[in-house]
């Protein structure tokens, strides 16, 4: 590109083919006055512009990115510029949220014979990206460093499990285990502290079943693995509904599950207990109680709060109801969630934009691309064969750089959007305590927002937002260009 | 320690040609002459660049070479012409992923990376005084071709020199211009198959296993040489024990993704040994438990 | 008569910049917040915090970094814009001296098992080659074992010197530096700090009190056969990957783990130029090991752990005549579901010959 040091701005225009694209070509026929800022991609339609396009421009440097298609029941395709307007909409909700001034990113709809419309857009739409700084460069931030720790009390106070809770589920999987291939539940790892997944298959194996606030894997992910075989699965509230998602995507068959819906009153942030509990070489004794968390280690007895230690994830949490259940042991709270800013997000959303550029700058350049974030997500289920790791496409380099890594989550982020269930195992897996969640429960929150109340997980039979769209939507607002 | 561990460690490896400077650097070649196979087949003759350097390059049959189009990666392939072809190297390529792909859209004076010459060799010296039976599959016929006009420049040194050369159809057969001689050559027992064959085909059909069993070779005094893809060395080294061949006189080249091709990016590995250093031919008794 | 010297806590600032005179970049354990604190190796300049504290991830990268050029190349277009001719710009030789503070000795005993393939195998590897040498080894002993580790079950210990030119030992008030290597001793005596005096024989106590606190190791003599008998038992390996994700989570906090991809990436317009890069890769991902072809030798997560742990106690010990595991246990710490290479180690061992033999399958 020449130089544009000071009279141009580098702004990228994703035209569709049929419309935007005849409408610039007619401002141009016509000598309509344009500015030169804008270097046009030509596509085959709105819907096929992937949101991923737009970040990626304005993470490699573009000042701004409109995108243009035909106007809404114009669609060379009938409806692909309604899928684009969610997707688009949903973009220009989530830029704020990684630091990207939203005012760089629009999409509008040009006809073909608007030749006057375009060259109004196109001159608008420069002027302001002149009237905002030129775009940050993300590597050369300086980074912010903040320390997040919980400050929210749970919307349910902690409770450990009922004492018989665990000899009931024995009993009901040694009634089901015959006809199943195995069960997916907890054992204890390395010490106490330290639960792990567990699949059981014979009776013996019931002895080593484990059930406490420190067992935090999600087991649904290992589902798509036994597809086609009959597995029980032991699953809480919130993991059901990551179950509901997979069914809803086809995924998993309904038939091939016997689920064991247990009540749940918040998981413990083992990490954090671990930052506390410092460098130790035994762990002795571990006691669970609703207001004290007793931790013998080298002989020396810690006591902490329970409350003080839960997972950012369940302190919004207002009811454990499983959505679908074959077997329901003991007794669960209903209620209505209502949203409640998860503590990594609400750091965030006390920002400035460029804060929060260079927060993501500070903390994604320790991110060593373990993927592990990916891997541990029960949505994420293209695992092998991830846009991450591809060549063709090659959306990704495998250079080191804090850019490349912010991108894989965005990424996975949108990946996820309309479809992440919350579980924030993402976050809880990360070695180096990068708080991704936080991307993730920001979109959950938009998606709510723009599709009137939407939840993942729900209902399996719902159709996922972004795979839907209505000719005039209630909550998005288009922009009018005057 | 076991017995094979110390005859290893004592053996250590086969002295060899090495490549001299940084390893990761390519030597740039220029294509000379492109040759179409088949429908996914080519064959590259290329040049090494500069003053005198085909001359100092010096490669045993058997030895691969990492080929490079750059800014788009770096494939192993097998040196299919004899040490004894001075005027250029040559490679066959099937078009599989983006690499190949690149070089099957090259056209002759483009330039190229080569890294050259890496891992070992086939045992020839060893092998004198046997009958050697050469079994190559589909594009694993490169490496043999190697071996095999190589043994064939002395084919008086050894015994009796046979080939059979399988592929699944006539035309996914590579080497046509070169058949005729082979088939007609007085030191060679050539047959070929198809695994399926049109009728004016007039040589063998079936799968190269079966054909092997049914030409039948003696074991005695005999080693036999393979190269093809997975399932048929698996099913080949099979039907050649079944024969009564010594899994120590079965050898095999193997094919691993590569990218350093010198002994330390984890890739390659079958157990302990590096396909790119230890191989890519093997004993098949070393590598047995990993077919 | 010991040559020690004593670093106070209150002096460490001016020693490292010292050091930093001396023309090397220094490299320290930093506290980075985030959901949870994480401990990261990076560059120390006057004013940062001096911490202590065992990384999170090993300090690995200043050997090989998560990524790295070999080198640069830049097309010269000819006729129809096909490429006449390629420039190659080795990058090999432009590492700087770098000076490692606070390592602990599973770091440095790592760099020694990464030193054997890099620069004793058939190729020197000119970048790491270059590096290694440019890099001068701080380590602090450690002063008890802790639950996840296990270096002494690997031939290390809280105060083995392998791999270090400088060890280091906590005693309260200050560091009681002891040098290793010629490197080392150069380092101690171009600075000016005094010498440790009675200092050193509280060390030598801290240190074999560390020694002491450790639990008993077992024997994994028989960890290299029982393994090689267990390569292609793959009921066993099923059972052990049954909860792994398939992360890299593993591979990248471990200091002995070494393998890289190579990739070619062109910058944005075309074909003009690019870098080939080498970056960290894991064996624990499926598409390490897939071909274009789509044949895949180790397609199943089970074959994978196979090859990693067999790597770590059979294959590179066969090569290379030791573990290549320091016992750092942070593979232990970081697995998302918790896979104890340890258990998996003790598992082989003790399934009877026969029965390793027997259950192949």
């Known amino acids: ?482 | 320690m076991s017995e094979t561990q110390k005859a290893r460690m004592l053996e250590g490896l086969a002295p060899r040609p090495l490549m001299p400077g940084n390893p990761y650097l390519p030597m740039p070649a220029r294509v000379r002459e492109i040759i179409t196979e088949t429908a996914t087949i080519k064959t590259l003759r290329v040049v090494l660049e500069g003053e005198g350097a085909m001359e100092r390059f010096h490669f045993e049959p058997g030895q691969v070479a990492q080929l490079s189009v750059f800014g788009v990666g770096e494939a192993t392939f097998v040196i299919n012409s004899p040490p004894s072809q001075k005027d250029y190297l040559q490679f066959s390529i099937m078009e599989v992923g983006e690499v190949t792909h690149a070089l099957h859209n090259l056209s002759v004076g483009e330039q190229i990376g080569v890294r050259a010459p890496l891992g070992n060799f086939f045992p020839y010296e060893e092998l004198r005084g046997k009958n050697i039976f050469f079994i190559g599959g589909g594009i694993g016929m490169a490496p043999v071709r190697t071996i095999m006009l190589h043994v064939l420049e002395q084919a008086k040194d050894y015994g009796s020199i046979s080939l059979l050369y399988g592929a699944r159809t006539p035309k996914d057969m590579s080497y046509q211009y070169e058949l005729d001689d082979w088939l007609n050559h007085r030191d060679l027992h050539c047959t070929l198959c198809v695994d399926k064959a049109p009728e004016d085909w007039p040589h063998r059909e079936g799968m190269i296993p079966n054909v092997l069993k049914e030409l039948a070779p003696s074991p005695d005094n005999s080693v036999a040489v393979l190269c093809g893809p997975p399932i048929m060395i698996k099913f080949t080294v099979e039907a050649l024990l079944g024969l009564g061949f010594a899994a120590h006189d079965i050898l095999t080249t193997l094919e691993r993704r590569m990218k350093c091709g010198i002994g330390i990016c984890g890739r390659c590995n079958v157990g302990s040994r590096y396909v790119c250093t230890d191989g890519p031919v093997f004993r098949c008794d070393d590598i047995q438990a990993y077919l | 008569m010991s040559n020690d010297r004593f670093l106070a806590k209150d002096a460490l600032g001016d020693f490292l910049c010292h050091c930093q005179g001396l023309g090397y970049t220094v490299y320290s354990p930093q506290k980075q917040e985030g959901v949870r604190e994480s401990v990261v190796f990076a560059p120390w300049q006057k004013g940062c915090e001096i911490q202590l504290a065992k990384a999170t991830v090993s300090p690995k990268h200043l050997l090989l970094p998560q990524s790295e050029v070999l080198f640069r190349f830049r097309h010269e277009k000819g006729e129809e814009g096909k490429s006449s001719a390629v420039h190659l710009e080795d990058t090999s030789q432009q590492a700087q001296p770098t000076l490692l503070f606070a390592a602990r000795p599973c770091d440095a005993r790592g760099f020694t098992m990464v030193d054997r393939p890099y620069l004793q195998g058939l190729y020197a590897d000119p970048y790491y080659a270059k590096r290694r040498e440019g890099l001068c080894v701080l380590t602090l002993c450690c002063n008890s074992g802790c639950e996840s580790c296990f270096c002494h079950w690997t031939g290390g210990g809280p105060s083995s010197p392998e791999g270090s030119d400088i060890l280091m030992t906590d005693i309260a008030e200050g560091l009681v530096l002891q040098a290793i290597t010629e490197k080392g001793r150069k380092l101690l005596a171009q600075s000016d700090l005094p010498e440790a005096g009675a200092a050193s024989d509280q060390a030598t106590e801290l240190r074999r009190k560390a020694w002491q606190s450790l639990d008993k190791a077992p024997d994994l003599t028989e960890a290299p056969h029982k393994l090689k008998e267990l390569a292609d038992n793959l009921d066993f390996w099923t059972e052990q990957s049954r909860a792994c994700l398939s992360c890299g989570a593993c591979t990248y906090v471990c200091p002995t783990c070494y393998c890289f991809s190579i990739s070619d990436e062109r910058r944005f317009s075309g074909m003009e130029e690019g870098v080939r890069l080498r970056s960290w890769d894991t064996c624990m991902a499926r598409h390490f090991t897939e071909e274009a072809s789509g044949h895949n030798p180790r397609a199943l997560k089970a074959q994978r752990l196979q090859n990693r742990i067999s790597h770590k106690y059979a294959g590179y010990p066969e090569n290379w005549g030791s573990f290549s595991c320091s016992g750092c246990g942070r593979c232990v710490t970081h697995c998302p579901v918790g896979i104890d290479i340890r258990h998996i180690v003790l598992a082989a061992i003790a399934l009877p010959d026969t029965q390793a033999k027997e259950a192949r399958s």
């Open chain 1, 1 to 482: 590109m020449p130089d544009i040091a000071k009279t141009e701005r580098r702004i990228v225009g994703f035209l569709c083919n049929w419309c935007s694209y005849g409408g610039a070509d007619t401002a141009g026929v016509a000598r309509a006055n344009q500015p030169t800022d804008l270097r046009i991609i030509r596509v085959p339609c709105s819907g096929r512009v992937n949101p991923l396009f737009v970040v990626r421009a304005l993470l490699h440097g573009a000042d701004g990115v409109l995108v243009s298609g035909c106007h809404p029941r114009d669609c060379h395709y009938s409806t692909g510029n309604f899928y684009a307007r969610r997707r688009l909409e949903l973009l220009k909700h989530f830029l704020p949220i990684l630091g990207i001034d939203p005012a760089r990113f629009a999409y509008t709809w040009v006809s073909a014979s608007e030749g006057q419309r375009w060259q109004h857009v196109v001159t608008r739409f420069t002027e302001e990206i002149h009237a905002l700084e030129p775009a940050p460069h993300f590597e050369e931030l300086e980074p912010l460093y903040l320390s997040q720790r919980q400050s929210t009390e749970p919307k349910r106070p902690f409770m450990p499990q009922p004492p018989d809770l665990l000899a009931k589920l024995k009993e009901e999987i040694r009634t089901h285990l015959p006809e199943l291939d195995c069960v997916l539940g907890w054992q204890k790892g390395r010490d106490a502290l330290h639960a792990v997944p567990f699949f059981l298959r014979q009776e013996e194996d019931l002895e080593r079943l484990s059930l406490d606030a420190t067992c935090h894997n999600s087991l649904v992910r290992y589902l798509p693995e036994y597809k086609g075989k009959k597995v029980g699965i032991i699953v809480r509230g919130c993991e059901s509904r990551a179950l509901v998602e997979l069914l809803q995507e086809g995924l998993i068959a309904r038939e091939d599950l016997h689920i064991f819906a247990i009540p749940c009153h918040g998981l413990l942030d083992v990490a954090r207990l671990e930052e506390e509990l410092g460098r130790y070489q035994h762990l002795e004794n571990l006691v669970i109680e609703q207001d004290s968390l007793r931790i013998t280690v080298d002989g020396k007895e810690r006591s902490f709060s329970p409350q003080a230690f839960l997972r950012s994830t369940c302190l919004g949490c207002a009811s454990d109801e499983p959505v679908l259940a074959d077997t329901c042991l003991g007794s669960f709270t209903a209620g209505e969630s209502t949203p409640v800013t998860a503590p990594e997000l609400a750091l965030l959303d006390g920002l400035n934009l460029t804060e929060r550029l260079r927060f993501w700058r500070g903390v994604m350049d320790r991110c060593i691309r373990c993927y592990s974030c990916r891997n541990s997500c029960p949505m994420c289920v293209c695992h092998d064969h991830c846009i991450a790791e591809s060549r063709q496409p090659h959306w990704q380099s495998a250079e080191h750089s804090v850019t490349e890594k912010f991108f894989f989550q965005i990424i996975h982020a949108l990946h996820l959007a309309g479809r992440c269930t919350g579980c924030g195992e993402c976050q809880t897996n990360c070695p180096v305590g990068i708080p991704i969640f936080a991307l993730r429960a920001h979109l959950n929150r938009v998606i709510a927002e723009l599709f009137s109340g939407y939840q993942a997980g729900r209902d399996a039979q719902a159709v996922p937002p972004l795979l839907s769209y209505m000719v005039d939507e209630a909550n998005i607002q288009e922009r009018e260009w005057q």
